[in-house]
């Protein structure tokens, strides 16, 4: 599998049919999607305009990938910036992980920094916006204040049925506040 930078390259290279560097952009999303694959590629075809017909407007598939570049490079720089943190804790013999410290680790890797499971509904703005105040958020909220949103600060949750799972969402932005669990078939 190629690299983020290898499928951003391509879509960038105007010598390139349109349909390829959509391809491409597509691939870049495997690599990186705060909000889950679905979700991301629609706030990009909204953000950027990104036509049907490609050949309408070639330069909406620019400004989606360089949207989703800013937002990898403040996730990457947070990234790094843990590693090296980690290594300095690791050499002054804390091997194991604070409490505070579990969120960024735990959270699942790459894609879904932000996962929202209804791709009409997520947050406002662009993705480097949120990805920005995910970064700055505090984590989870005290024992026994509830579920807090990461994204916005909302409280609020409302229930979203999906094909598999029912998860709790912001009811301000979108955003999976938590999984509740299964769907049940009801027979």
């Not at 990234?79 to 090296?84: C, D, I, L, S, Y």
């Not at 989870?140 to 990461?150: P, Y």
Request: proline share 6%; aromatic share 6%.
């Amino acid at each position: 599998m190629s690299s983020f930078t290898t499928h951003r390259r391509r879509v960038l290279d105007q010598a390139l049919p349109a349909r390829v560097r959509h391809t491409n952009l597509r691939c870049c999303l495997v690599q990186f999607a705060p909000y889950g694959f679905r979700a991301t590629y629609d706030h990009l075809c909204h953000s950027a305009g990104i036509p049907r017909p490609l050949d309408k407007d070639p330069d909406s598939l620019v400004r989606a990938v360089e949207e989703l570049h800013a937002a990898r490079r403040l996730w990457l720089a947070h990234v790094h910036a843990f590693a090296a943190q980690r290594r300095r804790e690791k050499s002054g013999g804390q091997r194991e992980l604070r409490r505070d410290q579990m969120r960024p680790v735990r959270q699942r890797g790459w894609q879904d920094i932000a996962y929202c499971p209804d791709p009409s509904f997520r947050p406002e703005g662009e993705l480097s916006a949120v990805v920005g105040r995910v970064l700055r958020s505090p984590g989870r909220a005290a024992a026994g204040s509830g579920l807090v949103c990461r994204v916005c600060g909302g409280r609020d949750g409302v229930a979203w049925d999906g094909s598999l799972w029912v998860h709790r969402l912001c009811a301000t932005c979108g955003v999976s506040l938590a999984v509740v669990g299964p769907v049940r078939d009801v027979v």
